[in-house]
T-cell receptor, first 112, second 116 residues
Framework: SQKIEQNSEALNIQEGKTATLTCNYTNYSPAYLQWYRQDPGRGPVFLLLIRENEKEKRKERLKVTFDTTLKQSLFHITASQPADSATYLC???????????WGAGTKLIIKP | SAVISQKPSRDICQRGTSLTIQCQVDSQVTMMFWYRQQPGQSLTLIATANQGSEATYESGFVIDKFPISRPNLTFSTLTVSNMSPEDSSIYLCSVEGAGGPRETQYFGPGTRLLVL
C-alpha cells in the first residue's frame, strides 16, 4: 500500500541555521508533492507544490527538492527563525483520483 | 486562496450525543473535503462533499455515523453522531485550490472535539 514517512521526532535547530525536513514515500509515483505548515490548534496552510518533472522549487527562504528515483522530498528553511517553529506536513497526490496521501508531519523547533 | 471558517472551534461533548460542525467558504467551490486528525497522526479523509450530490465516504467511514450536508457551493456541515471517546479528534474541512485538489487544498482552522 502507499505510504509516506516523515521523521516523527521533533527537529531542534538553532536560529539562523538551515532546517531540513525529509519526506519519503513508497509504492507509487506521485505527480505532485506538497508541503504544508500546521500550527497547534490550526488547520494546515499550503506552502509549496513541486511537480514530478521539477527537481527544485523555491519560495523566499523555502526550498523543496523532489527526487523521484529516491522517492524523497527535502524541505529546507534557510536562515531559520523562531517563528518558523511548527509542524510541517508533506502530501502526495494519487494519480488515480483527487485524494491526497498525508504524512504525519515533523515538528520543527527553532531555538533562539 | 480561499478563506474558510469553521464552527464551533472546539467543544466538549458527552458520549451518545451528536455534534454538527459547520464549514463556510468565502468563494464558490465544487469540492469540499472533511478530514479527521488525531493527535500525532496524519490527516485522514472522511468524505468528499460535492454540491447537489451525496457525499462520497472513504473506507471506514459511514453516512450514519458522519452525515454530511452540502446545500450550496459555499457551505457544508459534518455531523458526528452517537459520539464515543474514540471520536475525540480535530475535524477539518478543506476546499480545492484553483489547480484542483491534487495541487492545493485550503483548510479551515479545525474543530477540536473532546468526547467524555
Amino acid at each position: 500500500s502507499q505510504k509516506i514517512e516523515q521523521n516523527s521526532e521533533a527537529l531542534n535547530i538553532q536560529e539562523g541555521k538551515t532546517a531540513t525536513l525529509t519526506c519519503n514515500y513508497t509504492n507509487y509515483s506521485p505527480a505532485y508533492l506538497q508541503w504544508y505548515r500546521q500550527d497547534p490548534g490550526r488547520g494546515p496552510v499550503f506552502l509549496l507544490l513541486i511537480r514530478e518533472n521539477e527537481k527544485e522549487k523555491r519560495k523566499e527562504r523555502l526550498k523543496v527538492t523532489f527526487d523521484t528515483t529516491l522517492k524523497q522530498s527535502l524541505f529546507h528553511i534557510t536562515a531559520s527563525q523562531p517563528a518558523d517553529s511548527a509542524t510541517y506536513l508533506c502530501a502526495l497526490d494519487q494519480d488515480s483520483n483527487y485524494q491526497l496521501i498525508w504524512g504525519a508531519g515533523t515538528k520543527l523547533i527553532i531555538k533562539p | 486562496s480561499a478563506v474558510i471558517s469553521q464552527k464551533p472551534s472546539r467543544d466538549i461533548c458527552q458520549r451518545g450525543t451528536s455534534l454538527t460542525i459547520q464549514c463556510q467558504v468565502d468563494s464558490q467551490v465544487t469540492m469540499m473535503f472533511w478530514y479527521r486528525q488525531q493527535p500525532g497522526q496524519s490527516l485522514t479523509l472522511i468524505a468528499t462533499a460535492n454540491q447537489g450530490s451525496e457525499a462520497t465516504y472513504e473506507s471506514g467511514f459511514v453516512i450514519d455515523k458522519f452525515p454530511i450536508s452540502r446545500p450550496n457551493l459555499t457551505f457544508s456541515t459534518l455531523t458526528v453522531s452517537n459520539m464515543s471517546p474514540e471520536d475525540s479528534s480535530i475535524y477539518l474541512c478543506s476546499v480545492e485550490g484553483a489547480g484542483g485538489p491534487r495541487e492545493t487544498q485550503y483548510f479551515g482552522p479545525g474543530t477540536r472535539l473532546l468526547v467524555l
